[in-house]
């Protein structure tokens, strides 16, 4: 399922298990809604509306932050990279993309809309919405608005076009994966999202209970002392499979839009292996010694036909398989850093399936809730992100201006 080791094994701190025990206090008093969100979502209810979209050739997934990565992470299961995105996902206003999309559509009909918007108030996401809107020919059939707030711009706009409203999850977006906002999605990819959530919910209780399980504390306990003593705050996510850069994406913006606060947190760095061997890891290896490293990578991967060809010269490539000269460089690269003294942890998916990847966005999501009271931060707010939604606002009514600064 998930196995989590540390490139040196730490003593677990007192701050770490105290942290823990906090955030199961608050769970456990309802302070933090996350665990009961989680355990009530119907996911018969999900699969139901799912089958709204079942005549749609292609879905097309509106929304951003946390409205988007985790559903698309989850996708990567049911339509991994290279194979054809039946549900794409749209978060930026790149009039270039736009562009393209108006010119090369011409199956307007077949085309289905999930607008996801928690505030239902993100001016991207309606903008989205309104460049779209006068293409399709049957709205209220093809468009579905998932948002918390009916009264919201979104929620407004919907009831006044006519168009389907779902509930979004009383949670914050960032942390909504796993509710409708991305099982959603997932489910109209195709993904087994049953087995999805149920590995998330046992592994996330699992280790709010015994957070020696999966070497969480450890983990954390190292985090938290190359916080603390070495001044290192960045987290570099080395993803070894780019069906799993969505899981970093995700991973990503919960860390950071958690974590950053009050001049405190962590910034991730996003690696894809064995890409960025060839881009960042001199700069990892050699240079300041101010990052973690959390290598993703997964157990088992698929068997390619042997690599036959004779290749000249003595070189090690005769009769190998792609997995293998995968696994190589990743081993290679993570222990090149362990030998510069570099700090390391692996997260290892026994498989990329629903299972493994439900565990690993369990531990991942019980990790940044731990850091809160670590950290002594909100890290269920996002004062920053509404400020420059606020400020976008009022530049949009005053156009010159925000050309010229
Ligand atoms: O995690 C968050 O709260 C944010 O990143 C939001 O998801 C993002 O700003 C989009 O907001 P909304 O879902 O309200 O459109």
């Not at 302070?31 to 139901?48: A, F, K, M, T």
């Not at 460049?131 to 711009?153: G, I, K, M, R």
């Not at 222990?335 to 493994?356: H, K, T």
Request: glycine letters at 8%; aromatic letters at 8%.
């Amino acid at each position: 399922m998930l196995t989590v080791s540390l490139s040196t094994s730490h003593n677990i701190s007192h701050e770490a298990i105290s942290s823990l025990e906090k955030t199961r206090e608050k769970i456990t008093t309802g302070e933090i809604p996350h665990l009961s969100v989680y355990q009530g979502i119907d996911i018969n209810r999900i699969l139901g509306l799912a089958e709204l979209f079942k005549d749609a050739e292609e879905v097309w997934v509106l929304g951003t932050g946390g409205s988007r990565f985790g559903g698309e992470a989850l996708c990567a299961l049911a339509q991994p990279i290279g194979t054809p995105q039946r549900v794409r996902f749209f978060s930026n206003v790149d009039p270039w993309v736009f562009q393209e999309l108006l010119k090369n559509t011409t199956n307007w009909g077949k085309i289905k809309l999930l607008v996801i918007s928690k505030s239902g108030n993100t001016t991207e996401t309606l903008s989205q919405l309104g460049q779209l809107l006068p293409y399709l020919p049957d709205a209220h059939e093809q468009v579905f608005c998932l948002t918390e707030n009916p009264e919201s711009v979104l929620g407004i706009f919907a009831k006044e076009k006519n168009l389907q409203l779902i509930p979004h999850d009383p949670i914050g977006g960032r942390f909504s994966a796993l509710t409708t906002t991305g099982l959603l999605p997932a489910a109209i990819a195709g993904v087994n999202v049953g087995l999805l959530h149920q590995s998330f919910l046992k592994t996330f209780e699992t280790l709010l209970t015994d957070g020696e399980q999966l070497h969480f504390l450890e983990s954390l306990s190292q985090l938290w002392e190359l916080y603390t003593e070495h001044k290192i705050a960045n987290e570099v996510l080395f993803a070894y499979g780019d069906n799993l850069l969505g899981l970093g994406t995700w991973f990503k913006q919960l860390l950071a839009e958690s974590t950053g606060k009050d001049g405190k947190g962590m910034t991730p760095i996003l690696a894809q292996g064995t890409e960025d061997q060839h881009s960042q890891l001199q700069l990892y290896q050699d240079g300041p010694d101010n990052k973690r490293y959390t290598f993703i990578s997964v157990k088992n991967h698929p068997i390619l036909p042997a690599i036959l060809e004779p290749w000249p010269g003595d070189n090690p490539f005769y009769d190998t398989t792609l997995s293998q000269v995968f696994r190589s460089y990743e081993t290679g690269t993570r222990l090149s850093l362990i030998e510069a003294g570099r700090p390391c942890r692996q997260l290892l998916l026994e498989n990329f399936d629903e299972v493994s990847l439900g565990a690993a966005m369990a531990f991942l999501t019980l990790e940044v809730m731990v850091l809160g009271p670590l950290l002594e931060v909100n890290i269920y707010d996002q004062p920053g992100v509404e400020q420059s939604k606020a400020l976008a606002k009022e530049h949009l009514r005053d156009p010159v201006e925000a050309i010229i600064s």
